[in-house]
C-alpha cells in the first residue's frame, strides 16, 4: 500500500547498533501498528498507538520502543540490536472507524538483519 | 502460541483450479480477516468475516466461518497465476483495539 511509506526497506545492522524504522502515512489514519514477520511464525504485534498520546505495548515489545511523533509518524527503534532481531518489519494503520472490524492497510516492510 | 493455524503450509495447483486454505483458532473471536501478501510485500486486505455471518463471498473469494468448530475457510475459485502469493488469517480477539492475531500462512503456487 503505497499510502503507507516504510523507511529504510533492507538495513543490516551490527550487534549493539541502535536503529530506527520508520513509517510515515498519507491515509489520515488514527491508529498505527508495529508487527516482525518471522518465518513459520506468522506476525506478530510489537507495539500499537491510537494517537500522539497513546502508546500501547504488543505481544513481543521487549527490546523495542516507539515514537509516535505525529499523526502519520510512527517509529520503531531497536536500542541495542541482537541477531535474534533479524526479521521482516511491517508497519499498518487502520482508521478505527468501524472498530476491531477496520482492516489494515500495510506498508512493504523493512528487511532487517542484525550480524 | 499462535491464535490461528493454516492448512496446508503449502499449495500447489493448476490455473483454473479451485483453492481451499483452512484457518483454526482457539478463543471467542469478533472477527476474522484474510490477507494475501505477494513475495517481497506488505499484506493486503481481502476479506472479513464477522462471528456472526457464517460465509461471505467477495469476487471469485469464499470465505466461510464455523464458530463452533473454531475454523474458517478461504477458497478461491478459478484460480491465476497472479494468485500466486502467501495467505493470512488473522483474528481480532479484543474488543476495540483492532489488535490481530495472525496465523502463519499458506503459500499457494498457481502454475500456468
Known amino acids: ?115 | 502460541s499462535q491464535q490461528g493455524e493454516e492448512d496446508p503450509q503449502a499449495l500447489s495447483i493448476q490455473e483454473g483450479e479451485n483453492a481451499t486454505m483452512n484457518c483454526s483458532y482457539k478463543t471467542s473471536i469478533n472477527n476474522l480477516q484474510w490477507y494475501r501478501q505477494n513475495s517481497g510485500r506488505g499484506l493486503v486486505h481481502l476479506i472479513l468475516i464477522r462471528s456472526n455471518e457464517r460465509e461471505k463471498h467477495s469476487g471469485r473469494l469464499r470465505v466461510t466461518l464455523d464458530t463452533s468448530k473454531k475454523s474458517s475457510s478461504l477458497l478461491i475459485t478459478a484460480s491465476r497465476a497472479a494468485d500466486t502469493a502467501s495467505y493470512f488469517c488473522a483474528t481480532a480477539v479484543s474488543s476495540n483495539t483492532g489488535k490481530l492475531i495472525f496465523g502463519q500462512g499458506t503459500t499457494l503456487q498457481v502454475k500456468p
Open chain 1, 1 to 115: 500500500d503505497a499510502d503507507v511509506t516504510q523507511t529504510p526497506r533492507n538495513r543490516i545492522t551490527k550487534t549493539g547498533k541502535r536503529i530506527m524504522l520508520e513509517c510515515s502515512q498519507t491515509k489520515g489514519h488514527d491508529r498505527m501498528y508495529w508487527y516482525r514477520q518471522d518465518p513459520g511464525l506468522g506476525l506478530r504485534l510489537i507495539y500499537y498507538s491510537f494517537d500522539v498520546k497513546d502508546i500501547n505495548k504488543g505481544e513481543i515489545s521487549d527490546g523495542y520502543s516507539v515514537s509516535r511523533q505525529a499523526q502519520a509518524k510512527f517509529s520503531l527503534s531497536l536500542e541495542s540490536a541482537i541477531p535474534n532481531q533479524t526479521a521482516l518489519y511491517f508497519c499498518a494503520t487502520s482508521d478505527g472507524s468501524r472498530g476491531e472490524n477496520s482492516p489494515l492497510h500495510f506498508g512493504n516492510g523493512t528487511r532487517l538483519t542484525v550480524t
